[in-house]
C-alpha cells in the first residue's frame, strides 16, 4: 500500500504521461498537415509509448492496492513554426518528465518506498533515453537549418522507427 502523498503524486504521474500521450499526437497532426510523413509517423509512436507509460503506472497503482484517480488531460498546443521549434518542445517536455520522475524517486526515498522506487529505476534509464533522442533530433534538425533536401532525408529516417511496447518491458 501507498502513502496517500505517493499516491497522489503516481496519480499525477499517470495524467503527466497521457499529457504527453495527447501532446505527441498532437505534434503528429501538425507534421501530417506539413506532409512529413516520416515526423508524425515518428509522434505517432512516440504517443503511443506515453500512452504505455501511462498504463505502467496505473497497473502498479493497482497491484498495489492504490486508488486510481484519473484527472483532466490539458490541451496541448496544436501550431509550431517548423520542426525545429517542436523538437525544442520535445525536449523541454522531456526533462520536466524527467524532473517529474526525479521527483517521485525523492517521495518514494522519503516515504520509504522501496517497491515504488524500484519500479522507478526503469522510468530513469527511459527518461535518458528520451532525452538523448529528442536531442539528437533536434541537433539534426539544426544542422539542415529545418529545411530542404537534409529535412526531407530526416523524415525519411523517422519513419522507419517501429513501436516497442514499453509495458513488456518495464519489469
Same mark, same amino acid.
Given at each position: 500500500?501507498?502513502?496517500?502523498?505517493?499516491? %497522489? $503524486?503516481?496519480?499525477?504521474?499517470?495524467?503527466?504521461?497521457?499529457?504527453?500521450?495527447?501532446?505527441?499526437?498532437?505534434? $503528429?497532426?501538425?507534421?501530417?498537415?506539413?506532409?512529413?510523413?516520416?515526423?508524425?509517423?515518428?509522434?505517432?509512436?512516440?504517443?503511443? *509509448?506515453?500512452?504505455?507509460?501511462?498504463?505502467?503506472?496505473?497497473?502498479?497503482?493497482? *497491484?498495489?492496492?492504490?486508488?486510481?484517480?484519473?484527472?483532466?488531460?490539458?490541451?496541448?498546443?496544436? *501550431?509550431?513554426?517548423?520542426?525545429?521549434? @517542436?523538437?525544442?518542445?520535445?525536449?523541454?517536455?522531456?526533462?520536466?518528465?524527467?524532473?517529474? !520522475?526525479?521527483? #517521485? @524517486?525523492?517521495?518514494? =526515498?522519503?516515504?520509504?518506498?522501496?517497491?515504488?522506487?524500484? %519500479?522507478?529505476?526503469?522510468? =530513469?534509464? *527511459?527518461? @535518458?533515453?528520451?532525452?538523448?533522442?529528442?536531442?539528437?533530433?533536434?541537433?539534426?534538425?539544426?544542422?539542415?537549418?529545418?529545411?530542404?533536401?537534409?529535412?526531407? #532525408?530526416?523524415?525519411?529516417?523517422?519513419?522507419?522507427? !517501429?513501436?516497442?511496447?514499453?509495458?513488456?518491458?518495464? @519489469?
Amino acid at each position: 500500500m501507498f502513502s496517500k502523498k505517493m499516491e %497522489k $503524486a503516481l496519480n499525477d504521474q499517470i495524467n503527466a504521461e497521457l499529457f504527453s500521450s495527447y501532446l505527441y499526437l498532437s505534434m $503528429a497532426a501538425y507534421f501530417t498537415r506539413k506532409n512529413l510523413p516520416g515526423f508524425a509517423h515518428w509522434m505517432n509512436i512516440q504517443s503511443q *509509448e506515453e500512452n504505455a507509460h501511462g498504463m505502467i503506472f496505473f497497473n502498479f497503482v493497482n *497491484e498495489r492496492g492504490g486508488n486510481i484517480e484519473l484527472q483532466a488531460i490539458e490541451k496541448p498546443a496544436f *501550431e509550431w513554426n517548423g520542426p525545429i521549434e @517542436v523538437f525544442e518542445e520535445v525536449l523541454k517536455h522531456e526533462q520536466k518528465v524527467t524532473s517529474l !520522475i526525479n521527483n #517521485l @524517486v525523492n517521495i518514494a =526515498i522519503e516515504e520509504k518506498d522501496h517497491a515504488t522506487n524500484n %519500479k522507478l529505476q526503469w522510468f =530513469i534509464a *527511459e527518461q @535518458v533515453e528520451e532525452e538523448a533522442n529528442a536531442t539528437e533530433i533536434l541537433e539534426q534538425l539544426k544542422i539542415v537549418e529545418g529545411k530542404g533536401q537534409g529535412l526531407l #532525408l530526416l523524415d525519411r529516417e523517422l519513419k522507419t522507427r !517501429i513501436f516497442v511496447n514499453p509495458i513488456t518491458q518495464a @519489469v
